[in-house]
T-cell receptor, first 113, second 114 residues
Framework: GNSVTQMEGPVTLSEEAFLTINCTYT??????LFWYVQYPGEGLQLLLK???ADDKGSNKGFEATYRKETTSFHLEKGSVQVSDSAVYFC????????????WGAGTKLIIKP | ETGVTQTPRHLVMGMTNKKSLKCEQH?????MYWYKQSAKKPLELMFV???????ENNSVPSRFSPECPNSSHLFLHLHTLQPEDSALYLC?????????????FGPGTRLTVT
């Protein structure tokens, strides 16, 4: 079946450090892939997406590349800020679904000044 | 108002109470969703509506009753809840066609059942 696996958190980094949050998936065909972010006390916001292999999604300095060969969609940022502290969710939309999103468990990111 | 709004933002209710959560989307989408977010658990999809018709019900207990009077409004009626129902309830909306079907979320209602 379909599934998403994220690295467990919390991930604690210093400001200006390089960030990687790993996400791997299991699905048939070419699902759409997403990263969402949830800031404290808020709902989820779409951060970036990719819909086909080798696509790179990017937003607010974050990037993720759709890697079919490794079934991965790792989130990266070159220099994190305290304001990036949040919970990050990786998700996929299966090819045979209009509505279902399969979610990872979320990774809490803590950035220290 | 823009995006997806939810009211109330916080709700405390006893197990014998009846309350309702409200969601409104201002994005012109035709699909709406209720999710439950509990601590240390993946996001759980509860219900999906497309053009007011319920398309998915993921084995949700009958003490949760959704209502979708039109494609912009979604309600979740609550009655005789249990303490384990305490969670953040998130509403989302999307198109049901297009290349990626991304969902847009409201801020959530933090529900505490006492």
């Amino acid at each position: 079946g379909n599934s998403v696996t994220q690295m467990e958190g919390p991930v604690t980094l210093s400001e200006e450090a390089f960030l990687t949050i790993n996400c791997t998936y299991t699905a048939t065909g070419y699902p759409s892939l997403f990263w969402y972010v949830q800031y404290p006390g808020e709902g989820l916001q779409l951060l970036l997406k990719a819909t086909k292999a080798d696509d790179k999604g990017s937003n607010k300095g974050f990037e993720a590349t759709y890697r079919k060969e490794t079934t991965s969609f790792h989130l990266e940022k070159g220099s994190v800020q305290v304001s990036d502290s949040a919970v990050y969710f990786c998700a996929l939309r299966p090819v045979d679904s209009n509505y279902q999103l399969i979610w990872g468990a979320g990774t809490k990111l803590i950035i220290k000044p | 108002e823009t995006g997806v709004t939810q009211t109330p933002r916080h709700l405390v209710m006893g197990m014998t109470n009846k309350k309702s959560l409200k969601c409104e989307q201002h994005l012109g989408h035709n699909a709406m969703y209720w999710y439950k977010q509990s601590a240390k658990k993946p996001l759980e999809l509860m219900f999906v509506y497309n053009f007011k018709e319920q398309t998915e019900n993921n084995s949700v207990p009958s003490r949760f009753s959704p209502e979708c009077p039109n494609s912009s409004h979604l309600f979740l009626h609550l009655h005789t809840l249990q303490p384990e129902d305490s969670a953040l309830y998130l509403c989302a909306s999307s198109w049901d066609r297009g290349s990626s079907y991304e969902q847009y979320f409201g801020p959530g209602t933090r529900l505490t059942v006492t």
